[in-house]
C-alpha cells in the first residue's frame, strides 16, 4: 500500500445540542454522534466504514461533505484542511467530492426528469457545452437505458433510481465519493448489479470510495480496508482480508457471529466464541470508560473506568480495546 | 371460485397425509384495485404446512410475500384488494368462506402474527401491559381467570423473552421502548395465548443485525419449547437457513421453487433461486456476482407465460407462452420451471 492519502481525518468530533437540562440553559444535554475519529482514505481505495445505527456512521459522511461543520478535529483532503478559515467550500472542492444517499427515493426530486436531475451539478458546475451528450454518457457509465432519460424518478426501479443517483455524483467528475449505504434500500439481487457498477467506475476512474454500511458480509467483497465504529468511536480498523482472518475487538466479533449467512463455508469464517447481548446504548448517555464494556462479554474491571486507546496490534491493524495492550 | 385441482396443487410436498395439513393454499389470486386498472398481484398462489413444521417463505420487495400472508388472517384491505379466487384451508376450514366471528376465533386463537415494524404494530395510547392483557383475555384459557391470575399471565411472557424488569415493562409505554425491546413485546403478545401458528413477517429486518441475532435465537428457542408451527417470511436468505426446515421462493406473486432447507441451498434449481444465492455477498470473499437482470413486472401487464421469464438468463420458447407448473425433482424438492419438465421423478 503505497498509495498517497486522499482524505485524512484526524480526532473528528460532531456533538449536537439537543436541549438543556436546566431552564437557564446553562448545562446543555449534548449527543456526541461523533467523538474522536481518525482514519485515512488512500488514492483509489475502498475504505469501509460499519457500524449499527445510532453509531456515527453518517454523522461522519455528512461532516466530510460540509453538511455539518465539526466540533473538534479536522478533515483534510489532499492536504487541504477542509474546515480552515473560510465558512464556504471552494467550488473546486465541492466538484471533487461527492455523496450518494442511502434512499434514492427521497434523494432524487419527484418532480424533475432524469436528464433534468443529471443537468443541474453540470450547469452549477459550469460543463455546459455539449450537455446532453453528457448526460448520455453519464447514463452510460452506470448502465441505464437512454430511453429513461425523460422518465421521472417514479417511474424507475429501486436500482435504477440508485443508478441515477451515482450518475449525479460523477456529473462533476470527482476524485472522492461517499456511499452513504447505497444499496440497504435494495433487494440483493440489485443491490449485486449497483455494487458491480460501482467497482467497475473504481477501476477505470481511479475513485475514492468511503464506503458506509451495516453489512459486514457486503464490506468483505468490496472494502480494501474495513473500520468498525461504535457509539461514535473507532474501535478497530484493519485490512479487510486481515480484518476477517483476525478480528480482535470483542465488538466486531459479536457483529460477525450475529450474521445469517447462507453457507457452511462462511459459518466456518464466523467468531463462535460471543453471542450478541444488549443494545446500543443511547449516545446521548455514553457509559463512562469503554463504550462497548456494558456489552462486552469479556470485560475486566478496569473496563468500566478508562477508555482504551487505538494501539496497532500488528502492521495495519488497530484496535481499541483494554484486553489487547 | 373453485377451480379444479391443478396440477401444481397435486405435486405438493405432502409429508404426512394431506389432510393432515395445518394451512393450506390453493390457487389462491389476489388483485388491487388502483387508479388506471388492476394490479394482478397474486397468481395462484400453492402453499402447504403441517404441523409442527418451521416453513420459511423467501422473495423479494413486491413479490407478494406479505399480501399472501394478510390473505390468510383475512386482514387485507378489502377494497381495494379483492380476493379474487383460491381458498385458504386453516386445520381444514376454508378461511376465505368464515363469518366475521370465526374469523376472529382464527385471530385469537389460532394464528398468531409478529409483524416487520413493531413499531407499528403496538398501539402508543395503551400500555404494554393493556396490550398484553387483552391478548390473554381473548384467548381459549383466558375466558374464565381472575384479574391476578390474568396478570401472571401477561408477566409470563415477558420474561420468557428476556425483557428487564418485566413488572415495570407492563406499565411502560411502546415510546419509551427501543427498537428491539418493542419487537421483544410484539413476540411476548404472540406467545401470550397458546396457538397453532405463527406467522412472522420479517421479523428483525427493521434492527440492528446484534439485534435481529437476539431476535431470532429467542423465536428459535421459544418455538422450540412451545412446539407451535412457524411461517417466517423473509427476504434474507441467510434467516431461513438458520431457522426453517422447508422453505418456499416466491416470485411475482407465484410460488416458484420449494424444498427442504438443506437442499434448497446445496442445489438451486430455479433460475430465480439461482440468481438471488448468486447475489448474496459471501463472508468469504470472492466478489459479489451480477444479480438478476431488469426488474419485478408490472403488476397491471403482467408478462404473458411465465413472470420470470423477461428477466430469466434461460428463457425459451415455451416460457412465453404457458405458465409452468410445479415439476417434482424428488420427495422433498419442487421446481415452478419448465427446464425440469423431463426431469420430473
Given at each position: 500500500m503505497n498509495q498517497a492519502d486522499i482524505l485524512t481525518v484526524r480526532d473528528l468530533k460532531k456533538h449536537f445540542v439537543i436541549g438543556h437540562k436546566d431552564v437557564l440553559r446553562r448545562e446543555p444535554i449534548t449527543v456526541k454522534a461523533v467523538d474522536g475519529i481518525s482514519f485515512t482514505v488512500k488514492e483509489g481505495e475502498t475504505f469501509g466504514l460499519v457500524g449499527e445505527s445510532g453509531s456515527g456512521k453518517s454523522t461522519t459522511a455528512y461532516t466530510v461533505v460540509a453538511m455539518y461543520r465539526p466540533t473538534a478535529g479536522s478533515i483534510s483532503f489532499r492536504g487541504e484542511n477542509l474546515f480552515e478559515g473560510k465558512n464556504e467550500r471552494t467550488r473546486a472542492l465541492k466538484k471533487e467530492i461527492q455523496i450518494v444517499f442511502q434512499d434514492p427515493g427521497s434523494s432524487l426530486n419527484p418532480r424533475r426528469n432524469v436528464k433534468q436531475i443529471l443537468e443541474l451539478p453540470l450547469r452549477i458546475h459550469r460543463r455546459e457545452e455539449n450537455r446532453t451528450e453528457q448526460i448520455a454518457r453519464l447514463m452510460d457509465m452506470v448502465e441505464l437505458p437512454l430511453e429513461h432519460m425523460h422518465k421521472y424518478p417514479q417511474a424507475l426501479g429501486g436500482g435504477e433510481k440508485q443508478a441515477v443517483a451515482i450518475a449525479r455524483a460523477l456529473a462533476t467528475d470527482p476524485s472522492f465519493i461517499i456511499l452513504d449505504e447505497p444499496t440497504s434500500a435494495l433487494d440483493v439481487s440489485v443491490q449485486a448489479k449497483i455494487i458491480n457498477i460501482l467497482i467497475g467506475l473504481q477501476d477505470e476512474f481511479n475513485l475514492s470510495y468511503l464506503f458506509i454500511t451495516h453489512d459486514l458480509s457486503l464490506m468483505r467483497n468490496v472494502a480494501s480496508r474495513v473500520a468498525i465504529m461504535y457509539l461514535g468511536k473507532i474501535c478497530e480498523v484493519a485490512e479487510t482480508a486481515e480484518f476477517f482472518r483476525n478480528p480482535y475487538h470483542p465488538y466486531t466479533e459479536m457483529l460477525l457471529s450475529s450474521i445469517p449467512v447462507v453457507s457452511e463455508e462462511e459459518e466456518q469464517v464466523k467468531p463462535k466464541r460471543i453471542r450478541s447481548t444488549g443494545e446500543i446504548p443511547s449516545p446521548v448517555n455514553v457509559p463512562p470508560g469503554c463504550s462497548f464494556h456494558l456489552r462486552c462479554p469479556v470485560r475486566q474491571p478496569g473496563c468500566a473506568e478508562e477508555d482504551p486507546v487505538m494501539t496497532e496490534i500488528e502492521e495495519g491493524h488497530w484496535v481499541r480495546c483494554h484486553l489487547q495492550c | 371460485m373453485s377451480s379444479p385441482p391443478s396440477r401444481q396443487d397435486s405435486g405438493h410436498l405432502s409429508r404426512p397425509p394431506q389432510n393432515g395439513a395445518l394451512l393450506k393454499i390453493r390457487d389462491l389470486h389476489v388483485h388491487f384495485k388502483v387508479y388506471g386498472g388492476r394490479l394482478r398481484v397474486l397468481d395462484g398462489v400453492h402453499f402447504t404446512m403441517h404441523p409442527g413444521e418451521k416453513v420459511g417463505l423467501v422473495g423479494e420487495t413486491g413479490c407478494g410475500k406479505t399480501t399472501t400472508m394478510k390473505s390468510i388472517l383475512r386482514i387485507l384491505p378489502e377494497p381495494p384488494a379483492r380476493i379474487a379466487g383460491g381458498e385458504i384451508y386453516f386445520k381444514g376450514r376454508d378461511v376465505l368462506k368464515m363469518k366475521q366471528k370465526e374469523l376472529r376465533k382464527v385471530r385469537s386463537e389460532g394464528i398468531s402474527m409478529i409483524f416487520q415494524d413493531p413499531t407499528a404494530a403496538l398501539n402508543p395510547v395503551f400500555t404494554v401491559g393493556q396490550q398484553l392483557e387483552a391478548v390473554v383475555k381473548y384467548s381459549i384459557e383466558g375466558k374464565n381467570l381472575s384479574r391476578k391470575e390474568i396478570r401472571e399471565r401477561t408477566l409470563q411472557p415477558l420474561r420468557e423473552v428476556a425483557l428487564p424488569d418485566p413488572e415495570r415493562m407492563l406499565d411502560?409505554?411502546?415510546?419509551?421502548?427501543?427498537g428491539g425491546m418493542r419487537q421483544r413485546v410484539c413476540i411476548a403478545m404472540a406467545l401470550a395465548a397458546s396457538r397453532e401458528l405463527l406467522i412472522a413477517d420479517e421479523p428483525g429486518t427493521s434492527l440492528d443485525v446484534t439485534i435481529q441475532d437476539q431476535i431470532l435465537r429467542l423465536l428459535h428457542r421459544l418455538v422450540e419449547e412451545t412446539d407451535v408451527s412457524v411461517l417466517l417470511i423473509t427476504h434474507t436468505l441467510g434467516v431461513v437457513r438458520e431457522m426453517t426446515d422447508r422453505v418456499y421462493v416466491m416470485y411475482a406473486g407465484r410460488m416458484v421453487e420449494v424444498a427442504d432447507t438443506q437442499e434448497l441451498f446445496d442445489n438451486p434449481l430455479h433460475p430465480y433461486t439461482h440468481g438471488l444465492m448468486e447475489a448474496v455477498p459471501r463472508l468469504t470473499g470472492g466478489g459479489v456476482a451480477d444479480g438478476i437482470a431488469g426488474r419485478i413486472p408490472d403488476y397491471m401487464h403482467p408478462p404473458q407465460g411465465c413472470r420470470f421469464q423477461p428477466r430469466c438468463p434461460r428463457a425459451m420458447e415455451v416460457c412465453h407462452q404457458e405458465k409452468p407448473t410445479f415439476y417434482r425433482i424428488d420427495d422433498n424438492h419442487q421446481v415452478a420451471?419448465?427446464?425440469y419438465r423431463d426431469s420430473e421423478t
Amino acid at each position: 500500500m503505497n498509495q498517497a492519502d486522499i482524505l485524512t481525518v484526524r480526532d473528528l468530533k460532531k456533538h449536537f445540542v439537543i436541549g438543556h437540562k436546566d431552564v437557564l440553559r446553562r448545562e446543555p444535554i449534548t449527543v456526541k454522534a461523533v467523538d474522536g475519529i481518525s482514519f485515512t482514505v488512500k488514492e483509489g481505495e475502498t475504505f469501509g466504514l460499519v457500524g449499527e445505527s445510532g453509531s456515527g456512521k453518517s454523522t461522519t459522511a455528512y461532516t466530510v461533505v460540509a453538511m455539518y461543520r465539526p466540533t473538534a478535529g479536522s478533515i483534510s483532503f489532499r492536504g487541504e484542511n477542509l474546515f480552515e478559515g473560510k465558512n464556504e467550500r471552494t467550488r473546486a472542492l465541492k466538484k471533487e467530492i461527492q455523496i450518494v444517499f442511502q434512499d434514492p427515493g427521497s434523494s432524487l426530486n419527484p418532480r424533475r426528469n432524469v436528464k433534468q436531475i443529471l443537468e443541474l451539478p453540470l450547469r452549477i458546475h459550469r460543463r455546459e457545452e455539449n450537455r446532453t451528450e453528457q448526460i448520455a454518457r453519464l447514463m452510460d457509465m452506470v448502465e441505464l437505458p437512454l430511453e429513461h432519460m425523460h422518465k421521472y424518478p417514479q417511474a424507475l426501479g429501486g436500482g435504477e433510481k440508485q443508478a441515477v443517483a451515482i450518475a449525479r455524483a460523477l456529473a462533476t467528475d470527482p476524485s472522492f465519493i461517499i456511499l452513504d449505504e447505497p444499496t440497504s434500500a435494495l433487494d440483493v439481487s440489485v443491490q449485486a448489479k449497483i455494487i458491480n457498477i460501482l467497482i467497475g467506475l473504481q477501476d477505470e476512474f481511479n475513485l475514492s470510495y468511503l464506503f458506509i454500511t451495516h453489512d459486514l458480509s457486503l464490506m468483505r467483497n468490496v472494502a480494501s480496508r474495513v473500520a468498525i465504529m461504535y457509539l461514535g468511536k473507532i474501535c478497530e480498523v484493519a485490512e479487510t482480508a486481515e480484518f476477517f482472518r483476525n478480528p480482535y475487538h470483542p465488538y466486531t466479533e459479536m457483529l460477525l457471529s450475529s450474521i445469517p449467512v447462507v453457507s457452511e463455508e462462511e459459518e466456518q469464517v464466523k467468531p463462535k466464541r460471543i453471542r450478541s447481548t444488549g443494545e446500543i446504548p443511547s449516545p446521548v448517555n455514553v457509559p463512562p470508560g469503554c463504550s462497548f464494556h456494558l456489552r462486552c462479554p469479556v470485560r475486566q474491571p478496569g473496563c468500566a473506568e478508562e477508555d482504551p486507546v487505538m494501539t496497532e496490534i500488528e502492521e495495519g491493524h488497530w484496535v481499541r480495546c483494554h484486553l489487547q495492550c | 371460485m373453485s377451480s379444479p385441482p391443478s396440477r401444481q396443487d397435486s405435486g405438493h410436498l405432502s409429508r404426512p397425509p394431506q389432510n393432515g395439513a395445518l394451512l393450506k393454499i390453493r390457487d389462491l389470486h389476489v388483485h388491487f384495485k388502483v387508479y388506471g386498472g388492476r394490479l394482478r398481484v397474486l397468481d395462484g398462489v400453492h402453499f402447504t404446512m403441517h404441523p409442527g413444521e418451521k416453513v420459511g417463505l423467501v422473495g423479494e420487495t413486491g413479490c407478494g410475500k406479505t399480501t399472501t400472508m394478510k390473505s390468510i388472517l383475512r386482514i387485507l384491505p378489502e377494497p381495494p384488494a379483492r380476493i379474487a379466487g383460491g381458498e385458504i384451508y386453516f386445520k381444514g376450514r376454508d378461511v376465505l368462506k368464515m363469518k366475521q366471528k370465526e374469523l376472529r376465533k382464527v385471530r385469537s386463537e389460532g394464528i398468531s402474527m409478529i409483524f416487520q415494524d413493531p413499531t407499528a404494530a403496538l398501539n402508543p395510547v395503551f400500555t404494554v401491559g393493556q396490550q398484553l392483557e387483552a391478548v390473554v383475555k381473548y384467548s381459549i384459557e383466558g375466558k374464565n381467570l381472575s384479574r391476578k391470575e390474568i396478570r401472571e399471565r401477561t408477566l409470563q411472557p415477558l420474561r420468557e423473552v428476556a425483557l428487564p424488569d418485566p413488572e415495570r415493562m407492563l406499565d411502560t409505554y411502546p415510546l419509551q421502548l427501543s427498537g428491539g425491546m418493542r419487537q421483544r413485546v410484539c413476540i411476548a403478545m404472540a406467545l401470550a395465548a397458546s396457538r397453532e401458528l405463527l406467522i412472522a413477517d420479517e421479523p428483525g429486518t427493521s434492527l440492528d443485525v446484534t439485534i435481529q441475532d437476539q431476535i431470532l435465537r429467542l423465536l428459535h428457542r421459544l418455538v422450540e419449547e412451545t412446539d407451535v408451527s412457524v411461517l417466517l417470511i423473509t427476504h434474507t436468505l441467510g434467516v431461513v437457513r438458520e431457522m426453517t426446515d422447508r422453505v418456499y421462493v416466491m416470485y411475482a406473486g407465484r410460488m416458484v421453487e420449494v424444498a427442504d432447507t438443506q437442499e434448497l441451498f446445496d442445489n438451486p434449481l430455479h433460475p430465480y433461486t439461482h440468481g438471488l444465492m448468486e447475489a448474496v455477498p459471501r463472508l468469504t470473499g470472492g466478489g459479489v456476482a451480477d444479480g438478476i437482470a431488469g426488474r419485478i413486472p408490472d403488476y397491471m401487464h403482467p408478462p404473458q407465460g411465465c413472470r420470470f421469464q423477461p428477466r430469466c438468463p434461460r428463457a425459451m420458447e415455451v416460457c412465453h407462452q404457458e405458465k409452468p407448473t410445479f415439476y417434482r425433482i424428488d420427495d422433498n424438492h419442487q421446481v415452478a420451471c419448465f427446464l425440469y419438465r423431463d426431469s420430473e421423478t
